[in-house]
């Protein structure tokens, strides 16, 4: 069984839109860190954003947004007012001691 | 402000070929990770190291060895290249360990491997 699985592997939204990628995961710690990647197709991936288990409050970084409910172990992530440069792969990662990553998501912003 | 730096960018190998993918890193990172890319499964670990001169197994070490005889540079080699070692390969390195806030991990631009 995966440990952290993205159940969208493509999605497509309209510039300026809002798109909400999804993100379910599997852990016995309680304390562990979430984080989203982003890979444009020049393939350098980048840090998104990070979320600390503990932290009751979700973390925001500009347009990028996350809805991290642990009781669900669900880590959504919210692309606001998408642009053209969003266009990209992001993987959902769990960092639980070991880190492992999803499958990704390949995100298209529509012009 | 290189970062990770990955050589060769691209690569074609015949079954049965040896070759060796250079990672190199300017940030004085303990932590230096290879990962391989394949469609629908993500980024799987091949190996790590948690410093210079330690190397460890990671998800699906088999056909790979590495070596970091450097703080900046690890090495991930193919002894005898098979073709479901096609992929893209992924160098990373952290500052800290799993299990830490601090692990966010730079990445360099990939090696896209393809073995006939």
């Keep these: 069984a995966q440990t952290v699985t993205q159940s969208q592997p493509e999605m497509s939204v309209q510039e300026a839109e809002t798109v909400t990628l999804s993100c379910t995961y599997d852990t016995s710690e309680n304390n562990y860190y979430l984080f989203w990647y982003k890979q444009p197709p020049s393939r350098q991936m980048i840090l998104v954003i990070r979320q600390e288990a503990y932290k009751q409050q979700n973390a925001t970084e500009n347009r990028f947004s996350v809805n991290f409910q642990k009781a669900a172990k669900s880590f959504s992530l919210k692309i606001s007012d998408s642009q053209l440069g969003d266009t990209a792969m992001y993987f959902c990662a769990l960092d639980d001691y070991k880190l492992s990553f999803g499958a990704g998501t390949t995100v298209t912003v529509r012009a | 402000n290189a970062g990770v730096t990955q050589t060769p960018k691209f690569r074609v190998l015949k079954t049965g070929q040896s070759m060796t993918l250079l990672c190199a890193q300017d940030m ?89």
């Design chain 2, 28 to 116: 004085n990172h303990e932590y230096m990770y290879w990962y391989r890319q394949d469609p629908g499964m993500g980024l799987r670990l091949i190996h790590y190291s948690v410093g210079e001169g330690t190397t460890a197994k990671g998800e699906v070490p088999d056909g790979y060895n590495v070596s970091r005889l450097k703080k900046q540079n690890f090495l991930l080699g193919l002894e005898s290249a098979a073709p479901s070692q096609t992929s893209v390969y992924f160098c990373a390195s952290s500052s800290s360990g799993t299990g830490y806030g601090a692990n966010v991990l730079t990445f360099g631009a990939g090696s896209r491997l393809t073995v006939l």
